[in-house]
């Protein structure tokens, strides 16, 4: 059995939950519970566990998928999340600059500690306040378009644009593999 | 383009560093939105309008009728105003009116210096005190030529004298960089901006590898001040901040080893298979 392994992540809200939930073909293990403090003011429901979803394309192949939980917190997660991942998304809300220090750790974090192939998606770009993709990159610490990572526009809610997502993710990794043979 | 929010949210150094790493050219508004806006240095007034010229801030305002600069120079008696009435009869419009009056030798190169101070080096790092507020960029406002000395200012020089004066910083604890953090340097040379000496060693401190806690020991300083220090660092866009794996069982930072992985290289076959079937999702 093949298995590819990608984490989903972002700062709470992103739409992890969603993305994963949107192109899993089981029932996606439910780790929401009624979110407490701060982030109840966001949202009504947090994860509070690894979110976990499953494409199975073939008997001997499948693609799974966890999202990690919404609060900003680098624990064993992460160390699995390195170990084990063979790609990753980080998801970061368009209309929320708030979540773009948090996005940054995490994609900071990614840059130094690992070489696990990333793609950003910019999720929730239907909104009127959302900022350019462009301008997110900046505000992210990419300040030019060399030696960033892919960048895409991702509607959670919307099948055909995870899908999407996921494929430049896989292309990203495919290259990365590529690179590293060379 | 809309870029808006709050400095709850994205505080002033982070748009600042926005604006400048991302070479922007328009008009920054900023509306204070609690009582600290009547500070001393800064006139008083509802909005601030800065001018961004490809990333540096080239002019102050608080109108938009463009009579700022004008009123600087009638208030320091550098013109009489009916003097400056006929020169500015005479301003083509089509450079900045400093640059104007410097090229028909009504005012010097020092006066000029003078008139950007007051304009934007001196009341601008203050407005880092105010608790709240909201800011715009509109990258479509034409420069006001004639708010405009010929002078311009990085916004990292501003922001860290801005940083400097800050007394409170309850605004700005959610978004220091964690105790026990690495701290990255973003830059091959020292810094061009001066630093003062506790600054100094901190930055000597930036190797990549020492945490925010460590340099605090080493140097003896709060860990607090470091955290400060860094923010600043960061927000200059000369370091980053590099989180590590918190361990319930030590105190010590998890050091993350690369090597220690247990992920196997996929196949073609597989790639291109999940490809195919998630392009097949992509329509309908
Ligand atoms: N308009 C819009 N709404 C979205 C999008 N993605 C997610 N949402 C909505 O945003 C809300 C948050 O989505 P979740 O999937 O719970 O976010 P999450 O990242 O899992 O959140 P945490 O687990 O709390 O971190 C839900 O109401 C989603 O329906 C998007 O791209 N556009
Ligand atoms: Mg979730």
Redesign the interface.
């Known amino acids: 059995m093949e298995i590819m392994r990608i984490v989903v992540t972002g700062p709470v809200g992103a739409g992890k939950s969603t993305f994963i939930r949107t192109i899993s073909e089981i029932e996606t293990v439910d780790t929401d519970r009624k979110a407490t403090d701060e982030t109840a003011q966001l949202k009504p429901s947090t994860t509070v566990a690894m979110d976990f979803g499953r494409l199975q394309f073939s008997p001997q192949m499948a693609l799974h998928l966890y999202g990690t939980p919404g609060q900003e917190r680098f624990d064993f997660m992460w160390d699995i999340l390195i170990r084990k991942a063979h790609a990753f998304i980080l998801l970061v809300s368009s209309h929320r600059p708030q979540d773009f220090r948090a996005a940054r750790r995490i994609s900071a974090f990614m840059r130094h500690r690992s070489k696990v192939p990333m793609v950003i998606g910019c999720s929730h770009v239907d909104r009127p306040e959302a900022w350019p993709m462009e301008e997110i990159a900046i505000a992210l610490g990419y300040l030019s378009p060399h030696g960033r990572p892919p960048m895409v526009a991702v509607n959670a809610l919307e099948r055909s644009s995870v899908a999407t997502a996921i494929i430049t993710l896989i292309q990203t990794y495919a290259e990365s593999q590529a690179t590293a043979l060379r | 383009?809309?870029?808006?929010?709050?400095f709850?949210?994205?505080s002033l150094g982070?748009v600042f560093r926005?604006l400048e790493?991302?070479q922007k050219t328009g008009c920054l508004s900023l509306k204070s939105m609690d009582e600290s806006h009547a500070l001393p240095f800064l006139p008083a007034a509802p909005e601030h309008y800065l001018f961004f010229r490809y990333g540096q801030i080239v002019a102050a305002t608080t109108t938009l009728n463009h009579q700022g600069l004008r009123q600087l120079i009638e208030q320091r008696g550098y013109l009489h105003p009916l003097t400056l009435q006929r020169v500015m009869n005479r301003y083509p419009g089509n450079m900045p009116l400093g640059v104007f009056l410097k090229s028909q030798a009504i005012l010097d190169s020092q006066q000029i210096q003078l008139l950007f101070k007051q304009q934007v080096l001196t009341p601008i790092p203050h407005l880092f005190a105010w608790k709240e507020g909201y800011f715009h960029f509109d990258a479509q406002h034409p420069l006001p030529l004639a708010e405009m000395t010929g002078l311009s200012a990085s916004p990292q020089v501003i922001t860290l004298a801005g940083l400097r004066l800050l007394r409170d910083w309850t605004p700005l604890m959610d978004?220091l960089p964690l105790a026990d953090s690495?701290i990255?340097s973003l830059v091959n040379e020292p810094p061009s901006v001066q630093l003062g000496k506790i600054e100094w060693q901190v930055w000597e401190h930036i190797d990549g590898t020492t945490t925010i806690q460590q340099i605090a020991q080493r140097l003896n300083i709060a860990v607090l001040e470091v955290q400060k220090i860094c923010f600043r660092l960061m927000v200059m866009g000369m370091v980053?901040?590099?989180?590590?794996?918190?361990?319930?069982s030590t105190s010590e930072p998890?050091p993350?080893n690369?090597m220690?992985?247990?992920?196997t290289?996929?196949?073609?076959s597989?790639?291109n298979?999940?490809?195919a079937?998630?392009?097949a999702?992509?329509?309908?």
């Open positions: 383009m809309k870029i808006s929010g709050y709850s949210e994205f982070e926005f790493q991302g978004k690495t990255v980053e901040e590099v989180v590590n794996i918190s361990s319930p998890a993350v690369e220690d992985t247990d992920r290289g996929l196949s073609s597989f790639l298979g999940i490809v079937f998630l392009k999702k992509t329509s309908g």
